[in-house]
């Protein structure tokens, strides 16, 4: 574990020097390109200041809130779509059409009707988090063996026992996947949504900081994206190998590392 970890973090420390090499030699310009140090002192500013926590508290509350009204609607939807093939047929070209648009693009829209606030955050968040978590739910349900099905018709199990019993079971694995997809996806589709109408969370922050000329600031709120999004997969993955322990064991003997 210890030998994975630092090969990890080779490519962003060689990253890091070659970032402090570039400012130190002054090969772009300091507006264009702070150096690690004043990005550091920007951080420390934001951090003592609480300006830093309060904005990502925000962006964490809407990512939340739209992921699990997605989750609470995805998954039931999944289940009637992937039991129901004429329930399906009649959805297809509905549900076809807004997977493929992204929810960024229809942000001008989603104003207009919902306006700046928490509102339209949310629907951006849903947006983006359903189809990851509806078309996995389908795919499980559809491939559950048929057969276990029919024993358990045999055994007299109601239609909710069947689903309970034997499908959400055998659908378990795609439907962690696409909770995992979903979650991802939140992250980044909030993200767009404050760059471009917010007035709080870590991308008004990089707004805020672009229009203020504050480039070590717009850096800052670059890197909590990304470490924030890297620890929210993280926890995600603690989280489904502390409760599914047999799914994390399944992973590693496909892992090619082991």
């Keep these: 574990m210890a030998k994975r970890i630092g090969q990890g973090l080779l490519l962003p420390v060689l990253g ?26 920007a951080l420390g500013e934001l951090w003592r200041g609480g300006t830093l926590v309060h904005h990502l508290a925000i962006s964490l509350e809407r990512v939340f809130a739209g992921f699990l009204l997605a989750a609470v609607t995805a998954i039931p939807l999944g289940i009637v779509c992937g039991r129901s093939r004429l329930f399906y047929t009649y959805c297809w070209f509905l549900l076809e059409f807004f997977r493929h648009v992204p929810p960024l693009a229809a942000i001008p829209l989603i104003i207009l009707w919902a306006g700046i606030g928490e509102l339209s955050k949310l629907v951006i ?8 978590l509806f078309l996995n739910t389908i795919s499980g349900i559809r491939g559950c063996d048929p057969k276990w099905v029919e024993v358990g018709r045999s055994l007299d199990f109601t239609e909710g026992q069947i689903i309970r019993h034997i499908q959400l079971p055998a659908a378990l694995d795609s439907i962690v ?6 979650l991802g996806y939140s992250w980044r589709a909030l993200i767009g949504a404050e760059l471009v109408a917010a007035s709080a969370g870590i991308g008004y922050l990089i707004l805020d900081a672009e229009e203020m000329s504050r480039p070590d600031i717009v850096i800052v709120g670059i890197l909590c994206i990304g470490v924030v999004g890297t620890l929210l997969d993280w926890t995600f993955l603690l989280l489904v190998k502390h409760f599914l322990p047999w799914r994390g064991t399944k992973e590693a003997l496909h892992d090619p590392a082991h």
């Design 16 to 41: 890091l020097a070659a970032w402090y090499a570039v400012a130190r030699l002054q090969l772009f310009s300091p507006y264009l390109l702070p150096g690690p140090g004043a990005v550091w002192e």
């Design 125 to 132: 968040i849903f947006w983006a988090c359903f189809f990851p």
């Design 177 to 182: 996947t696409g909770l995992q997809l979903s």
